[in-house]
């Protein structure tokens, strides 16, 4: 039997939705009251808790143009941990269009509006989603996406990545075990693995289809997750 996720606040998935963004000078300025809120969210287990901590130190420590390069090295080079949702599951098919679509209005029917060329499916959207909903109701629904974050957290940890304690916090959320290992302060600077090295860890990572419900809004098509990948954009 699988133990029930804790509920966290709102401001908790606000607050990830950022460190997964990528870095800007809005990041670096809301450092502190990120870590606030972390410090006082009891809906984060303690282990969570911490590893964010050491995420917010690793950003208080870096400049910005290093984040950055850190960022795009991280997770625009490879499916293994790409922040895209379908990506990890879809293929190039009607359904992942569909999907989008579906998922894109389910956003506008709770007042979140995205920019030009922002993808639903992007998980700091996603995030910023849930932070509009019940607690209990963006529990549920990121329970459905647990598989593909373990898998992100999984692929992040093997690379040494500060990154693993944002998304690893995420984890006992949607009720999935976790347990990041320690990061090595300067490992994120590290050339990341070359393309063949992605095509063997996303080898390793067999998808189930996920779907996405969206029970607070009765009315919203459910948005369906198939097994075929897509090519990269």
């Not at 401001?11 to 972390?38: K, M, N, S, T, W």
């Not at 898998?151 to 040494?160: E, M, N, V």
């Amino acid at each position: 039997m699988g133990v029930t996720p804790p509920v966290a606040s709102g401001a908790v998935y606000a607050v990830l939705a950022a460190l997964l963004d990528y870095p800007d000078d809005a990041l670096h300025g809301a450092l502190d009251e990120a870590r606030a809120i972390v410090r006082s969210e009891r809906g984060l287990p303690r282990d969570a808790r911490a590893g964010l901590e050491r995420f917010l130190d690793y950003c208080a420590q870096r400049d910005l143009i290093t984040l950055q390069e850190n960022y795009v090295a991280l997770f625009d080079r490879g499916r293994a941990t790409s922040l895209y949702l379908f990506e990890h599951v879809h293929g190039e098919s009607r359904d992942r269009g569909q999907a989008m679509v579906d998922l894109l209005q389910t956003y506008e029917r709770h007042g979140l509006w995205l920019r030009p060329h922002e993808l639903p499916d992007y998980l700091p959207v996603f995030l910023e989603y849930l932070s509009r909903l019940a607690p209990k109701e963006a529990r549920s629904l990121l329970a459905e996406t647990g598989e593909i974050l373990a898998s992100i957290a999984d692929k992040l940890t093997k690379r040494g990545s500060h990154y693993s304690f944002v998304v690893g916090a995420l984890l006992p959320l949607a009720g999935v075990r976790g347990d990041p290992a320690p990061v090595d302060p300067d490992d994120d600077a590290r050339t990341p693995p070359g393309a063949a090295d992605y095509r063997a860890l996303d080898a390793a990572w067999a998808d189930e289809p996920v779907r996405f419900v969206g029970a607070a809004t009765p009315t919203v098509m459910p948005v369906q997750f198939h097994e075929k990948r897509p090519a990269r954009r």
